[in-house]
């Protein structure tokens, strides 16, 4: 093993939980100049390792350059008022930049080098250890909090599961928890025998095999024309001048307000789904390729589906379902009832079979050939039996943990 390469870790399920902070206005302008010192930090580190390869041939590690943060502390006096957990985290954002590079290079994509970050590319910092660099306090009314920063104190915040709004400007927490045994049993629901094929569309946000439909919102369209205004007033406004501020926050805030309603329909669509079916089958859609169309660029875009598949995924994951990822290909133009496959132009939303007569709803059909492509990925062929949690057919099954080894319970922290 070369010494770039290190041995592969153990994963361990985790939970992200995110809450909405209310730093007081000295507490705001530590942590606007907390980033500002962070970014020039990953910035050195990142000049550091190109000029080491450029100059001398020389790798540099994340332990080389962490053993290097107290010289630059002595310094540059000011960052010693940052934690020094904050600023190790920034030399391993930098490591992992790396990491993430070679192993582009080693699968033949397209590498992207680790570019330099202006100070408005960085807006997040990291507290990785709960009990010494950040601790939570449980508050009393209304779900209130307090979160302890080390070298900050404490700062209120609002203990809730879910945030409807955060409005540009405020502050937000995401707090990182390793799940237990007893933790992951309490999110399994009771067992469900009941299949469903999942084709996701335009039309139609998605189309069950059990003729059953999801309505597309259009939540971008909605607000095209409100955010059009928005952007137009934006442009006008003089460079540099506070009226163009507000103008940008109040486009920033639309764009906000979009990805918002979007989430929380996703988030509601997936429960229930999850709570209903014990066996979910979609398709292994690559939806940047999709992107590429402009005609139906913006509509695929304004559809989320990649959100839709990733929560899922993880949603599933969670309640002890199994999610299976099927082969699109031809999934619309073959008959669900015979197997007579014909090219069929999008715009016909019938699916006519010559061989067996079946007349039926394009996206109806799809669906059914899902359910069946996974049926048999699965190795079930339309029986239902007992989950087989192992088997990887083409696309992909989600791990179903029944008894999982117990882990303790640890947090980190960025916001």
Known sequence: MSKREKPPKEKKPTKTYQFRLYPTHKQERTL????????EVYNAALDERKSAYRMAGVSRS????????????????DLAEVPSQVLQDVVKRV???????FQRVKEGQKPGYPRFKSRFRYHSLTFKQFGNSFNVLAGGKNNRGVLVLAKLGQVKMVMHRAIKRTPTGKWLVNITVELCEKELQEKQLPPSHEAVGIDVGLKTFAYLSTK???????????EESALSRAQRKLSQALKGSKEREKKRKIVARTHE???????NFIEQEVCKLVARFGFLAVE?????????NPKLAKSIADASWSQFFTRLLCKAEEAGRVVVKVNPAYTSQTCSACGHRQPIPLSVRVYECPTCGLVIHRDHNGSKNILADAYQAVGRHS???????????WGVVTNTRAHPSHRSSTASETF
């Open 32 to 39: 606007e100049r907390w980033l500002v010192l962070c970014c």
């Open 383 to 393: 029986r239902v039996i007992p989950e087989a949690p192992g088997l990887e057919p």
């Open 212 to 222: 059953e439909e999801i309505a597309n919102p259009r939540f971008f369209r909605e």
């Open 95 to 101: 490591d992992l930049a790396f990491e993430s590079f």
């Open 62 to 77: 994340y332990e080389d350059q962490c053993a290097e943060v107290p010289g630059c502390k002595a310094a540059r006096p």
């Open 257 to 263: 307000r979009i990805a918002n309603r979007r989430k």
């Open 284 to 292: 292994a859609l690559v939806v940047r390729n999709l992107v590429k």
